[in-house]
């Protein structure tokens, strides 16, 4: 794929940075109240397209936290489907701790998948998925969504850390573009 010319107009609006900023603080709320008296919570980002969503979310959660990312792609050099390349682990311990891992967008789920069964096998006492968006219509992997902002249509979406060839990640809301 390639860029969009320069003098493309912005992206058509599909979740406004209202909407977008009222449900991430209902998220934060969901998961306070499920996580009040744990001791703390580890919210692992996936790069780089959770990074806005995390740094909202974290910054809303009134319960301790720390944070870490991991980094993954689906794609790469091997033409195999659902083949997840891990290019960045998690640094901090998650042996017996509370984890939640925070993704811009659940697909087709096979990244998400492959990241939580690499995170299990390390056994935090908890382990649960925040997906800001979620398009179950191009699912191959089924995944547990435990926190979901917004389910959305198949088509193609940027800003609010999403990209198209590295743009339009800094849009303050989520807009489409056609590819």
Known sequence: MTEPP???ALPEVLLSAEAVGRRVAELAAEIARDHRGSGGLVCLGVLKGSAFFLVDLVRALPIPVEVDF???ASYGRSSEPGEVVIKKDVELPI???DV???EDIVDTGHT???LLALLRLRRPRSLRLCALLDKPSRREVEVPIDYLGFTIPDRFVVGYGLDHA????NLPYVG???V
């Open 6 to 8: 320069a003098d493309t």
């Open 70 to 72: 991991f980094q993954a």
């Open 95 to 97: 042996r017996g701790r």
């Open 100 to 102: 939640l891992v925070v």
């Open 112 to 114: 998400v998948a492959t």
């Open 166 to 169: 590295e743009r339009w990640r």
């Open 176 to 178: 489409v573009v056609e």
